[in-house]
């Protein structure tokens, strides 16, 4: 009986993976059909979009949605020009003096810049860090420096530490340590991505210990040895 109750755990864990894509797709369509689809707010304005060129709604709406594809592509060849600077300029102006959205817009554009290669911002400062707890031995952290400029609180000077939340990155904590408990990590801000996405999975690249490198054994030279002077009779 536990042979038959083994092999078909092995057969559901071999189809898990294929069972969470199929659902996670799914979800993302409905939402998308919910927020973008012919019978939404959106889908409307797609659809007037192309009722310009056909009669049919459905036509129209697949039509409008290619149109929408078609500007986007525009914008990214112009973004990739030398008029990016004048671009993201004049959107980052429109979309600031709006009270509210200007928060919620600065927010995402941070998150977008972390891993936007392309881009120039001064978020390309943010490095994943280790962070040990106490010190050098004690609970070790692996989060991300917004800024390498420290804060003074009192007479020490301290780095805000970013943690994020695994298996969904883009939220978790903001602490401020201080900066002798933080060393750089290896592996850069994608790596620290993959090690939080797979809850620890896919693990960190190491830091080798100092300590172990001056530990090695040292061979010791000596010096040129001095003349030996013949004993008396």
Not at 147 to 172: D, K, Q, R, T
Request: glycine share 12%; aromatic share 8%; with cysteine.
């Amino acid at each position: 009986m536990s042979r038959i109750v083994g092999i078909f755990v092995a057969g559901l864990l071999a189809l898990l993976p294929i069972l969470v894509t199929v659902i996670v797709t799914a979800w993302v369509a409905q939402i998308v059909q919910s927020y973008a689809g012919p019978g939404s707010m959106v889908g409307g304005l797609i659809v007037l979009l192309g009722l310009n060129l056909v009669s049919s709604s459905t036509a129209a709406y697949f039509l409008g949605f290619l149109i929408i594809l078609g500007c986007i592509f525009a914008l990214g060849l112009v973004v990739e020009s030398r008029l990016r600077p004048l671009v993201q300029g004049s959107l980052d102006w429109l979309m600031m003096r709006v009270p509210i959205i200007s928060n919620i817009y600065d927010l995402s554009k941070r998150f977008v810049a972390i891993v936007d290669r392309g881009g120039d911002d001064n978020l390309k400062s943010m490095r994943p860090v280790w962070c040990f707890f106490g010190g050098q031995g004690g609970a070790a952290v692996l989060g991300l420096m917004p800024s390498p400029e420290p804060v003074v609180i009192g007479e020490h000077n301290y780095v805000g530490l970013l943690v994020p939340s695994a298996p969904v990155p883009f939220g978790g904590a903001l602490i401020y340590v201080p900066a002798e408990w933080v060393k750089p990590a290896e592996g850069g801000v994608e790596r620290l991505m993959n090690v939080y996405v797979s809850m620890g999975v896919t693990p960190p690249v190491g830091m080798p210990s100092v300590v172990e490198v001056s530990a090695k054994p040292q061979v010791k030279r000596e010096g040129p040895k001095s003349p030996k002077t013949p004993k008396a009779r």
